[in-house]
């Protein structure tokens, strides 16, 4: 069946690194265009990148543009969010999602930024 698993969140400091991982399995990667969200405690769930089947074409939030970078390794069924500059506003959990119908979410994985 389709998962996706999400991995690499925890604790940075403003300023600090981390780099997402997301694991697909049950289905061909390739073939569709991803997505990372974030979800921040007590806000909506929001659409922070998206790459597509390709890479020709890839697209951030405001917010994370020119901090953040979207990259897949159709190879090896993993999508990656490498995460520089981080603020404490980024602290959220962060998902994956595969588009298509239906589309389907990871677990998530938590990202905290503080001093």
């Known amino acids: 069946q389709v998962r996706l698993v999400e991995s690499g969140g925890g604790s940075a400091q403003p300023g600090g690194s981390l780099r997402l991982s997301c694991a697909a399995s049950g289905f061909n990667l390739s073939m569709y265009v991803m997505h990372w969200y974030r979800q921040a405690p007590g806000k909506e769930r929001e659409l922070v990148a998206t790459?597509?089947?390709?890479?020709?074409?890839?697209n951030y939030a405001d917010s994370v543009k020119g901090r953040f970078t979207i990259s897949r390794d159709n190879a090896k069924n993993t999508v990656f969010l490498q995460m520089n500059s981080l603020k404490p506003e980024d602290t959220a959990v962060y998902y994956c999602?595969?588009?298509?119908?239906?589309?389907?979410w990871g677990q998530g994985t938590q990202v905290t930024v503080s001093s």
């Open positions: 999602r595969r588009s298509g119908y239906p589309s389907y």
């Open positions: 790459i597509t089947d390709d890479n020709t074409s890839i």
